[in-house]
């Protein structure tokens, strides 16, 4: 899934610096975001808390495989999708006290864990978010108890467990959202949508991999739609306004999907641009690997696209290169195409068409800020 790296604060509101032009409305965000962040966080550990007690009950060795994947969730992240369905809940005027729908927002985060879990085995990566993937991390461990075996196996198959705890975990914390049962129903309903359309586009991913020479642009962005803008922007909002009793059929839902779908496919085109161009200090992942992998983005589709016969040729050569100046040589001849200014002006334009999503939506006019702000700072980060 998209790289989600430590640096979290870069969609917190922040509150405005001394000397800074005294903005209310964004003092107001700053309160409610710091709040939602230190509730999804304190509602996440105190849940993981009892369900990692719960496990180690079975048997000392499970103890060990909960907390393994409680650190998974715990171990930063801009909590972006609770973010967005926060924001998509105020939107419509929720007005539940925050703590009874804390439970459904945090959910977001262990679906989240799950996918970056499971994405980490496909593409077997070796670091998220600055620290070894679970499966590097438990492959380590098989070799340190000095266990029989072989320690990738090993550890692919702990961490594909990880994902699928952290799925059920989901269930369980959404479960206990203190709104109507019918209510909780139809977020149920948003909410399996969103899971059915993040694997579809996994799947896309992994075949565009293994099939790279049928692949286009056009199919990289239905991943970008599907993989990403769906799971991360687009249905974490309508998830909101369901939870805020929305009918999925209003005007504002929408204008939610025309948002989130555009800002959602920025959030994955930025991402594109850094797991090539990066600094591995702020993004958590090594720069390059989606040209070390040949992984056919909307950035590689583009530069094949746009490149002269030589240079097309050269690209040929994402995919099999390891040595690290090789792929800087072809980070460097990706950019000669013209390809990074095109994703560039394409993350510019779906911000613009999310904006304008927003312009006559029936919105709370806070929440309409909000999704400004995070609009840009979804899609104009260095993580």
């Known amino acids: 899934m998209a790289n989600d790296a430590a640096a979290g604060n870069a969609l917190r509101v922040a509150p405005a610096q001394p000397g800074a032009t005294d903005d209310p409305v964004r003092g107001v965000l700053a309160a409610f975001t710091r709040d939602l962040l230190g509730g999804i966080d304190d509602t996440l550990s105190a849940f993981l808390s009892a369900e990692v007690a719960t496990l180690a009950e079975i048997d000392p060795a499970m103890g060990g495989f909960a907390a393994t994947a409680r650190d998974c969730v715990l171990a930063g992240g801009k909590r972006v999708r609770p973010t967005f369905a926060y924001w998509g809940w105020r939107g419509v005027g929720g007005d539940e006290p925050l703590p009874r729908v804390l439970p459904a927002l945090a959910a977001l985060e262990l679906l989240h864990t799950f996918a970056l879990v499971h994405d980490d085995v496909m593409d077997a990566s070796d670091t998220r978010r600055g620290r070894p993937t679970a499966h590097r991390a438990a492959a380590a461990r098989h070799v340190a108890a000095g266990h029989t075996g072989d320690p990738d196996r090993f550890g692919e198959a702990v961490a594909v467990l990880v994902g699928d705890l952290c799925m059920v975990w989901a269930d369980r914390l959404m479960a206990q959202a203190a709104v109507p049962a019918t209510r909780l129903l139809d977020v149920r309903r948003c909410y399996d949508r969103m899971r059915i359309e993040t694997i579809a586009g996994q799947y896309l991913d992994v075949l565009g991999e293994h099939d790279a020479a049928n692949w286009s642009v056009g199919r990289a962005l239905r991943v970008a739609r599907y993989k990403t803008a769906s799971y991360t922007v687009a249905r974490p909002l309508l998830f909101g306004a369901c939870l805020a009793g929305a ?13 989130g779908l555009a800002v959602g496919e920025a959030f994955q085109l930025r991402d594109d641009l850094l797991g090539v ?9 090594p720069a390059g690997d989606d040209l070390r992998t040949g ?13 002269t016969g030589a240079q097309r040729r050269a690209l040929e050569r994402a995919g099999t290169v390891t040595d690290a100046r090789e792929v800087a040589r072809l980070a460097e001849l990706v950019a000669d195409t013209g390809a990074v200014a095109r994703v560039e002006a394409m993350i510019a334009e779906r911000v613009a068409e999310g904006l304008a999503a927003l312009d006559t939506a029936p919105v709370d006019e806070t929440a309409r800020t909000a999704l400004t702000g995070l609009a840009t700072a979804a899609t104009d980060r260095r993580a």
């Not at 950035?299 to 094949?304: E, F, K, V």
Request: proline content about 9%.
């Open 247 to 259: 009918d999925a059929e209003a005007p504002l839902a929408a204008a939610y999907t025309r948002y």
């Open 277 to 285: 161009y990066g600094d591995p200090a702020t993004t958590g992942k």
């Open 295 to 307: 992984k056919p983005t909307a950035l590689l589709m583009l530069a094949r696209q746009l490149a």
